[in-house]
């Protein structure tokens, strides 16, 4: 059975209360009816008398045991509010900063979402733009229309007004997408569009196929047809420029033409017909408009002379003018010199004047000569 007390090492369990109660209860009664001359009673008064002061000692202990038990229990206690209270904080702050960490986390999901959001529509407005650009690549008149519209805005942005005409008619009765008027002697420049996309799709899905040499082959022919049409409808001698431009409105077309069809780019430089991408093209109408410039120089030249033989005219008149105004700068310098003498000759004079009046007063002598009114006798 387990102790229902422990003092000082001592464990007691409840039997052996309940024991020392009986013992001591049978003590008080022995002692209470036992004779009181019998030595037997007393050696039973003394173990009794024995039994209740340890009974007293006990009693003590045990108050003492309660009292200290009490104490612990109040300072367990209170040691344990102290660490539920440091706990409970702790874990306060421990839920705040969490709380605002997921706040925190909310707010930057949302903010992505709203990313997303805004991507995910981005990307609906692309996917439809590029829907319509395929519906528009994939039919040929209107594949044709976007390779011209774009080689247009080109031109427009590049070039003065009156230096292209769009769909102009040749003496040949054959209409051309663009005309650059270039000086006189050059001849205009034809541009004609061309956007091979059946072939270059044919040739891209064969990629890494047994098919791909057989889509090269009508690549390469598409392209050279287009090249030969061009030299022959647009190429007029006396009328045009030595040279047209084909309009490939793809940059990739270009970038796959010059890396593996060379004899294509080849083709096209003996029939004199030159393959351009957005990029080169601007590049050439950049040339071309220098080439206008020059040629706009050269006929103004005369005037140019003119207005600068006017000009040394002027020059020259400005300088006989200048010349006629330092003449008078000089006269009037040898004037007002002449003046400076003259002044000078005057203080020079005025000064032997007033010099001798004084003299004459200080001396006394010829007073009648100063004083013609006098009798020319000395002053008293």
Known sequence: MEPVIEFSGVAITLIELLIGALLLLCGILLAAFWPRKNPQAQILRQQISDM???????????????EDSAQRDAVFRENLDNRLSKVTERVGMSLMETQERSAQNLKQLHERLGIID?????????????????????????????????MQDIITNLMPPNAYSFQATLSNSKRVDALIHMPDGYGDVAIDSKFPMEAWQRLTAAENTGEEVQARRDFARDMTTHIKAIAD????????HEVALLFLPSEAVYAELHANFEDVIKKGFDQKVVIVSPSTFMATLHTMRAVMKDAAMREQAHIIQREVGIMSKDVTRLDERVAKLQQHFTQTTEDMRQIRISTEKITNRADKIESLDVEDQISGDNVQRLHPSGSGKKAS
């Open 52 to 66: 209740h002061r340890q009974q007293t000692e006990l009693q003590g202990r045990l108050a003492q045991f309660a």
């Open 233 to 240: 409808k647009y190429l007029i001698f006396g009328e045009t």
């Open 118 to 150: 805004r991507a995910q529509k981005n990307i609906e407005t692309l996917s439809g733009e590029v829907s319509g650009l395929q519906n528009l690549l994939s039919n040929k008149q209107s594949r044709g229309a976007f390779g011209e519209m774009q």
